[in-house]
């Protein structure tokens, strides 16, 4: 028999918090299942207070904790997604969990063949109450590839529903496939407050040109608690630069991210006013830029009047020899900066970054023209060709006399589905940095050189191998008894940068 105590909302799970109490509906729902004999089905004769206790624990499942609160999973497969898979199990679930407003400030917006319809949406916003809102404008995983002719137009419904809500939201993100179906930043955020805002992402798989360009002398969005923003590139000049520039008046914005130009003309996105744009940004940490198209409107290296300070960077598929010129721009030292699938052989300037990244470089790319004269301490090679015994041959060249190593300060070396090399000649450059290192300075544990600056060249003390070429029985005895830390597995692996995956946080939002 049901326990009518449950229901009392003094005993109720939501009583520390007056706003999260189902709303009095429960109880109607209540008496209605008791004014009637239960249905055979089991599914439909779960006492209410059941159903609460099945649903609690699914919404805590939903849920984890970040370094700024309790937020949302982001990484849930739609079809299985809370609340909407149960849901739609039947319409006294629906109902039970209708009245539970905490349970959609999740608003989670489909555009692809199974796209939500406009009467949902507005339910869904309605069942929050006044709560505040993590919106997601999304395709299934298995629907960004193929034609879809409507996406657009069901992008725009969806966008006009959100807009409505727009000063409830904690985080926005659109996940579509075309760049013409996300929406404008100039006419449907105009004029709008977002006081609570701190995530904004437009993303799209592919740039199939946009709309044209419009301009609004006075364009204003209000967000001033914007921490991390995602932008196609076209949106971003629309409000990013020249006299709009939204960067200079977003003062806690501490990520960006750019992407999604490709080459429909001979035009491509001017470098300089991108870059222009950033610097003015007032405590950007991190920088982001993806799939971009540029144009030599104007010669780059003639006048560098632009330092920018950042914490981590980020360059995906940039075309053409662009890198020397970002990397140029860069004044500070950032921690990270991860680089992939770009042209580097041309790179006149050498990283300063503490740890250095790459990803799908290809065989006639040459590793040493952005790390000669590089000092960072950790580098990271994934499925990249170009890693081989010429480039272990110049680590181990010291000079005439052993005074002028490239890649002086590495200590750690990170390989990932990098097969063209010798494990042979990696132990022989290995041995001689070490003993070269140990000339200068002497240690006991690899352990106490963490920190420690060595003047000719560092000892390698850690080296990390997933799938690599296979490791003599007697060369993997030499790497673990003389390195700190050592690992080594043959095994083929498809696998990313450790925190680059898209829960649609993407990496952008690890720093806050």
């Known amino acids: 028999m049901t326990n009518q105590a449950l229901l009392d909302s003094s005993n109720s799970i939501y009583s520390s918090d007056e706003d999260c109490r189902p709303d009095e509906s429960l109880f109607a729902i209540y008496h209605s299942t008791q004014a009637t004999p239960a249905p055979r089905n089991f599914i439909g004769a779960l006492p209410i207070e059941l159903l609460l206790a099945i649903f609690m624990h699914l919404y805590r499942s939903s849920r984890r904790l970040t370094q700024t609160g309790e937020t949302w999973r982001l990484n849930d497969p739609l079809p299985s997604l809370f609340p909407y898979a149960p849901a739609a199990v039947c319409s006294m679930w629906c109902s039970v969990l209708s009245c539970v407003p905490e349970f959609w400030t999740r608003v989670v917006i489909r555009v692809d063949s199974q796209y939500t319809q406009s009467q949902d949406i507005r339910r869904y916003f309605e069942w929050s109450r006044n709560f505040h809102l993590d919106v997601i404008i999304t395709r299934n995983r298995d629907e960004f590839e193929g034609v879809d002719m409507k996406e657009k137009s069901k992008v725009f419904k969806a966008t006009r529903e959100l807009v409505r809500h727009i000063e409830r939201c904690r985080s926005i993100r ?76 977003l003062h806690k914005l501490k990520s960006l991210s750019v992407s999604r130009h490709r080459q429909f003309s001979a035009k491509g996105i001017d470098l300089y006013k991108l870059l222009k744009a950033v610097e003015e940004s007032p405590s950007l940490g991190y920088l982001e830029l993806k799939d971009l198209h540029f144009s030599r409107l104007r010669p780059w290296t003639t006048v560098n009047d632009i330092s920018i300070d950042l914490i981590s960077m980020n360059l995906e598929d940039l075309s053409g020899e662009v890198l020397s010129e970002i990397i140029g721009y860069v004044d500070s030292a950032p921690h990270t900066t991860r680089i992939s699938r770009c042209s580097i052989t041309t790179c006149h300037h050498s990283l300063i970054s503490s740890s250095v990244a790459f990803r799908g470089l290809s065989a006639n790319q040459d590793l040493m023209a952005p790390l000669a004269h590089w000092r960072g301490r950790t580098l990271s090679l994934i499925d990249c060709a170009c890693f081989h015994d010429d480039f272990l041959r110049d680590m181990m060249d010291g000079g005439p006399h052993d005074q002028s190593f490239a890649c002086k300060g590495v200590k750690e070396l990170h390989l990932v589905n990098c097969t063209r090399f010798s494990p042979r000649l990696l132990k022989a450059m290995v041995r001689k940095r070490r003993k070269l290192a140990r000339r200068s300075i002497f240690w006991i544990s690899d352990q106490e050189t963490l920190d420690w600056t060595f003047p000719i060249v560092a000892p390698i003390t850690l080296i990390s191998v997933e799938g690599g070429p296979a490791l003599f029985k007697k060369d993997r005895e030499w790497f673990e008894t003389n390195l700190g830390s050592f690992h080594w597995d043959e095994q083929v692996l498809d696998r990313s940068f450790e925190d680059s995956g898209d829960s649609d946080h993407d990496r952008i939002e690890l720093i806050h």
């Open 174 to 249: 659109f996940n579509v496939m075309y760049s013409s179906s996300l929406p404008s930043m100039l006419h449907d955020f105009h004029q709008e407050t977002a006081p609570h805002l701190h995530t904004l992402k437009l993303k799209c798989k592919v740039d199939d040109g946009g709309s044209p360009p419009r301009k609004l002398v006075h364009w204003s969005f209000d967000a001033p608690g914007l921490r991390h923003l995602y932008l196609d590139a076209r949106n971003f000049f629309d409000v990013c630069v020249d006299r709009n520039n939204w960067l200079r008046r």
